[in-house]
């Protein structure tokens, strides 16, 4: 997998990290949005694994 790949996967991961951390601090923070944001950084954290 080409280096640029991997930056951009990473920059879509830190994007994920900050929209969870963003929906943790509101005051109802909705669980299902949470858990579907988690599920895609997994993949995405899978896939740069998988190109290194």
Same mark, same amino acid.
Request: charged content about 40%; glycine content about 4%; cysteine-free.
């Given at each position: &997998?080409?280096? /640029?790949?991997?930056?951009? $996967? +990473?920059?879509?991961?830190?994007? $994920?990290?900050?929209?969870?951390?963003? #929906? #943790?601090? +509101? %005051? /109802? %923070?909705? !669980? &299902? !949005?949470?858990?579907? $944001?988690?599920? =895609?950084? *997994? +993949? *995405?954290? =899978? #896939? &740069? $694994? =998988?190109?290194?």
């Amino acid at each position: &997998m080409d280096q /640029n790949h991997i930056d951009a $996967l +990473r920059g879509k991961h830190e994007a $994920l990290d900050q929209k969870i951390a963003k #929906e #943790e601090a +509101r %005051p /109802n %923070p909705d !669980t &299902m !949005t949470i858990q579907s $944001l988690k599920k =895609e950084k *997994l +993949r *995405l954290k =899978e #896939e &740069m $694994l =998988e190109g290194a």
